[in-house]
């Protein structure tokens, strides 16, 4: 089950990192469709990390809409489905684009063609988690599938969120000047 804002909002502040005039991160979420799971993470962080953190997504060949069990699922756990639509990663590398701190690929497989070389050189992550899209079962099953997807997805973004501000800018500084550790 989604937490409420003001958990997440608590608890950053009791730690005291909260600072209304710190600068706000921007994440990317990328998969295949924009169809699901990186619309549901962009839900996600654009609620609770809401002051510190802006998320996008974007997919590598888009679907033409949102899937509706996404929309139906992020509704029933209270969270804003107005704004989302599913978009092509090349509007995230124009000039005019937010620069971008945080690139996530929530697929199955990354994409390293796309994101290693990003301009800005961003930190990136890959969250791995089941397509619920490709469940091909009855509707309760559907459903049951993003529910999973959803909850897979809000205990990442509650571990990213627990970022300070300070570590991460400088893991942000640190990537743009030196680039990505090697594994």
């Known amino acids: ?3 409420g804002k003001s958990a997440l909002f608590e608890e950053t502040r009791e730690r005291g990192d909260w600072n209304m005039t710190a600068r706000v991160f921007n994440v990317l979420f990328l998969c295949v469709g924009n169809s699901a799971r990186s619309i549901m993470a962009e839900a996600l962080v654009n609620r609770y990390g809401a002051g510190r953190f802006r998320a996008f997504s974007a997919g ?5 809409e949102v899937d509706p069990f996404a929309i139906d699922t992020l509704k029933l756990h209270g969270l804003d489905t107005d704004s989302l639509r599913s978009k092509h990663w090349q509007e995230f590398v124009t000039p005019s684009a937010p620069p971008m701190d945080f690139i996530i ?3 199955e497989v990354p994409a ?3 994101w290693m070389y990003w301009p800005g050189n961003p930190v990136k992550a890959h969250w791995r988690i089941a397509d619920p899209a490709a469940i091909d079962g009855s509707v309760l099953e559907q459903r049951n599938a ?3 997807a959803l909850r897979e997805l809000e205990n990442r973004v509650r571990l990213f969120l627990l970022l ?7 893991l942000s500084q640190f990537v743009q000047s030196y680039g990505a550790p090697s594994a």
Do not use: L, Y
């Open 105 to 107: 690929s929530v697929c």
């Open 60 to 64: 590598i060949a888009p679907s033409r």
């Open 146 to 148: 993003f529910r999973r």
């Open 112 to 114: 390293p063609e796309i």
């Open 1 to 3: 089950m989604v937490v």
């Open 164 to 170: 300070r501000h300070e570590e991460a800018q400088e």
